[in-house]
């Protein structure tokens, strides 16, 4: 299946590569910057369709997905250009809209433009049921559990080392950012949405689990991901950029 | 907020009830088939958009999206016509698609059809992460809860009732056939997805609890929705479709 578009992809980094080896064959062109033309040029010797690209450059090209692959402050650098694109934009490290004042400006730039904005389901799931039940939801609670090593403490039993608000937690714990913050866009209430981290000794990778409590129901979600070879980041947010542009290029979508 | 947009919607019962409180205020037509002209009637009454049609005019209409909240044999039924309408068609009796006839001669005709249809997540959640997780998906278990007395047994602890495939649980019992049918679907195979009914003395409503086993993680969800008016459906399945749309109409979308 090829399918005849045009990437424009932030980063050349861990997520790109993971999303290359599913999407790149399937797409047209697929441009790319990175401050290290060096990653750019890797890829290049994989993917035949990559071309390097400078960001500045963006607009001259025919854009059919923008996909930042990089970081919060990409986000917060590029998107305003991108948005003057009217194009589909997908952003990997929603954890830029933690911050109120580049939130406001985005949504407020975005209401005036064609642009399709998705924020993928990245390290989590169940982003469907938080749509489903919509206004219903009373509190999501994240609770993150990583062991005592990445918090550079010792500790033979577990121990919760934050209980907060989602905003408290972003600013303490900004390496955890991207899933609390994607859970309280889906709800579109940041206070709503609580986070407790926990060190376990006993955990072997990171692992969350969400819990909704609503006026129709309860629901608890447990994620448990495996070890890999990049630890810092969660095999599951490029996973689910690869889910996420596929279901919008299959005229038989499954789920919300 | 108005969408300019007609709805065409099969059935005028609960479900249709509840997704007309949130989204018919929003659109400028609602057309409505059922077999009952009372219960559209019923429907006008409160929303004065409401416009009842036979199906066989469906043709003859400008429609945005069929919203069929009916039952896997309106489903069936009705799918070929609704094919060749070039629109958005929205399907809640994923159950259909459980007919191994149907649901080939649906695909073939949907490959030459410039329709988009729409499984929303229904009775259950985290659809996205089996988008995300893909291939790597080995196994899912969904574990259904009722009460003995909705199987017409007695007992005082809880007694497995049905252990095994999607495909014969579906034929044993067809009334908890949408949520197996949507897991199979996400997941692309049923073979992969493996059925336990419980019967459960102490459960208050149906419960769900799904396992995701994977190459990169083990993943698990628990539904537990509070006793409702109708207990024969999930009140969670025509939310579903309020997310649905409610999320195609928006131009900032969270969740793959």
């Known amino acids: 299946m090829v399918i005849l578009l045009n990437f424009f992809v932030i980063g050349a980094g861990n997520c790109t590569n993971v999303i290359a080896k599913d999407l790149f064959s399937k797409v047209s062109n697929v441009y790319i910057f990175d401050s290290s033309k060096e990653k750019v040029e890797e890829l290049k010797k994989v993917y035949s369709n990559v071309i390097y690209s400078d960001f500045s450059d963006i607009d001259k090209l025919n854009i059919d997905y923008v996909i930042e692959c990089a970081s919060v402050d990409a986000v917060i650098r590029y998107s305003e250009k991108i948005l003057d694109l009217n194009t589909n934009y997908v952003i990997i490290s929603s954890g830029a809209f933690g911050d109120d004042l580049f ?3 985005f949504m407020e730039k975005l209401n005036v433009s064609n642009c399709n904005v998705f924020i993928p ?4 799931g169940g982003i469907d049921l938080i749509h489903s039940l919509g206004d219903s939801v009373e509190k999501i609670v994240l609770n993150t559990r990583k062991s005592p090593k990445s918090f550079g403490i010792d500790t033979f039993e577990e121990k919760i080392i934050f209980e907060g608000g989602c905003k408290e937690a972003i600013k303490r714990f900004p390496q955890n950012i991207n899933v609390a913050i994607t859970l309280a866009l889906a709800v579109k209430d940041f206070e709503k949405v609580h986070v407790i981290i926990t060190a376990d000794p006993y955990v ?6 969400i819990t909704i409590e609503s006026k129709i129901g309860r629901y608890s979600l447990n994620l448990e991901n495996y070890p890999s070879d990049n630890a810092k980041t969660s095999l599951l947010a490029p996973l689910s950029i690869i889910g996420l542009i596929n279901k919008l290029n299959n005229n038989f979508k499954v789920g919300v």
């Open 121 to 124: 389901s990245g390290a989590v």
């Open 103 to 105: 939130r406001e400006r």
């Open 204 to 209: 072997k990778s990171n692992s969350h689990n």
